[in-house]
Structures are given as C-alpha cells and as structure tokens.
C-alpha cells in the first residue's frame, strides 16, 4: 500500500488527469512554454522541411539541423506534459489535423490556432468529465479519449469538399 501510495505521489499512476496536478507539480509545463515559444520562431523553416528534402535543401535550409531541432522541441514539449498531467490520447492526431483542414499547412499560421483548439478542447472534456458524474470525477483522458475517437473517424471518413 505504502509503494502504491509513493508512485501515485510521484505521478507514475497519472492517467490524464488533472486532479494531481498540485502546486509542486506543474512547473515543468512553463519549459513547455518556452519550448513552444521557440518552435513558432523556427515554424517556416519547419514548414519549408515539410516540402521535401528536395525542396528544402534547394532553398538553403540545413535540412538535419532543423529537423534534429524540431525533433528535440517537440519531443521535450510531449514529455513534460506527459510527465505532469499524464497521457491524453487522440489530441496529437486530431488538433493539427482539424486546423490544417481549416486554415492550410502554414505552420506559422496555424501553430497558435492548434494550440487554442488543443486547449479549449481539454477544457471542455475536463469540465465534462467534472459535471457527467458529479461528485465524482471521470478522467481528461477517458473523456478525450471517447471524443477524439468519434472526431478521428469523423475526419478520415468525410469525403473531401472537391470529391464526387
């Protein structure tokens, strides 16, 4: 009982919740923050390494700087908020992929709208699994989950606006 109590202190239970998230416990995500701030200054030369080898090395781009870099950023964005608030499954497909449909494959663009949709979206499933079962509490990532499963089919599954 006692290691069960130590691992859920230390987080290794978080399961996309964000009842666990306490003072002590979230300061990791100001990196984040930072780290984002740095993707969206480098986001044109990640949309131009987006077009191709080709094409971005045609155009001067150190294409494996880049890439390592974005690499870098975003695997360091993912596993600090993973570490603080746990898995929140279906977020990563489902965001970009409804904002590139909507405003285009321009990453400087479209990343702040991503990160409003991203957010907004968490928020809702987190108020919904507050209120569905009140006094009790379903977890962000069963909520997203369900949500973002029905949204996923819901984008591979639409015809496209040109199709017959």
Not at 14 to 29: C, P
Not at 73 to 101: C, D, E, K, Q
Not at 117 to 125: D, I, K, R
Request: net charge neutral; glycine share 10%.
């Amino acid at each position: 009982a006692y290691e069960n109590e130590m691992l859920q202190m230390l987080g290794v239970w978080q399961q996309g919740d964000f009842s666990g998230v306490l003072l002590g416990r979230y300061e990791l995500l100001w990196a984040t923050g930072i780290l984002a701030l740095f993707a969206y200054l480098i986001a044109d030369q990640l949309t131009i390494l987006g077009l191709g080898e080709t094409v971005s090395v045609n155009l001067g781009l150190n294409r494996t700087a880049i890439l390592w870099l974005g690499l870098i950023i975003v695997a360091l964005i993912t596993s600090l908020v993973v570490v603080t608030v746990g898995n929140i499954p279906f977020i990563g497909l489902v965001v970009p992929n409804i904002i590139s449909r909507l405003m285009g494959d321009k990453l400087r663009q479209s990343l702040p709208a991503v990160a409003l949709l991203g957010a907004s979206l968490v928020l809702l499933c987190d108020i919904v699994g507050r209120v569905i079962v009140f006094p009790f509490e379903i977890p962000v990532s069963t909520v997203f989950g369900v949500m973002g499963t029905v949204l996923f089919l819901w984008l591979l599954l639409r015809k496209p606006a040109h199709a017959v």
